[in-house]
């Protein structure tokens, strides 16, 4: 399959601690973005890379939020003090530049105790 | 700043039936529209798209046509089916963004 893969797709943590989602990309694509849903809302915009820079981050995404891209192919997201609200869907998205159409994957779903 | 604001749900329907699922922004200047839809169990898939006012993007016998003057761009489709049930995302594009901005989704239960 060479569509857009996450791992894990569940993540079950205490309050404080830190967490690490991992999301690999349609090979081609040089964007990769990050989306947050909540129960019950559409997606949110986290942050996006063009292939190692990354170009713009929301105001969602606070100081306790890192993502990175090292070699422009796959990228992490990193919580560090996990917090209860921080309980959600994370999703990854793919494109080629300037392309419309982004491409999800399935997810990782956070559950902060 | 851009938004979208789509119907609320649940919508549940007979089998067969018309469906409608209204859909309008706020944007500046052209954003490209989209509809994206959310099957059980799976992840977001684009259903259709258009870019520019008038255009009309179908997939799946659904259709949407992006009116510029009503900033409206609402799901239509003339027969559903069972397996049409899922959550829709009505989503824009910004001229000059990159990131999508999503509606709040409206969940759509087919009746056999």
């Known amino acids: 399959d060479t569509g857009v893969s996450q791992n894990p797709r569940h993540k079950i943590t205490k309050r404080g601690q830190n967490v690490t989602f991992r999301c690999d990309p349609i090979s081609e694509h040089n964007r990769l973005y990050w989306y947050r849903q909540t129960l019950g809302q559409g997606p949110e915009f986290l942050t996006y890379?063009?292939?190692?820079?990354?170009?713009?981050k929301s105001r969602l995404l606070s100081d306790r939020f890192s993502a990175e891209r090292p070699k422009g192919s796959f990228s992490t997201l990193e919580i560090q003090r996990t917090e209860q609200g921080d309980s959600a869907m994370y999703l990854c998205?793919?494109?080629?530049?300037?392309?419309?159409?982004?491409?999800f994957g399935p997810g990782t779903r956070l559950t902060v105790l | 700043g851009d938004s979208v604001t789509q119907m609320e749900g649940p919508v549940t329907l007979s089998e067969e039936a018309f469906l409608t699922i209204n859909c309008t922004y706020t944007?500046?200047?052209?954003?490209?529209l989209f509809w994206y839809v959310q099957y059980p169990g799976e992840g977001l898939q684009l259903l259709l798209k258009?870019?520019?006012?008038?255009d009309k993007g179908s997939n799946k016998g659904f259709e949407a046509t992006y009116r510029k003057e009503t900033t409206s761009f609402h799901l239509e489709k003339g027969s559903v089916q069972v397996s049409d049930s899922a959550v829709y995302f009505c989503a824009l594009r910004g001229s000059s963004a990159s990131k999508i901005i999503f509606g709040s989704g409206t969940r759509l239960s087919i009746r056999p």
């Open positions: 944007a500046t200047g052209y954003p490209s």
């Open positions: 890379f063009q292939n190692e820079a990354q170009l713009e």
């Open positions: 998205a793919s494109s080629l530049e300037s392309a419309d159409e982004q491409f």
């Open positions: 258009a870019t520019k006012a008038d």
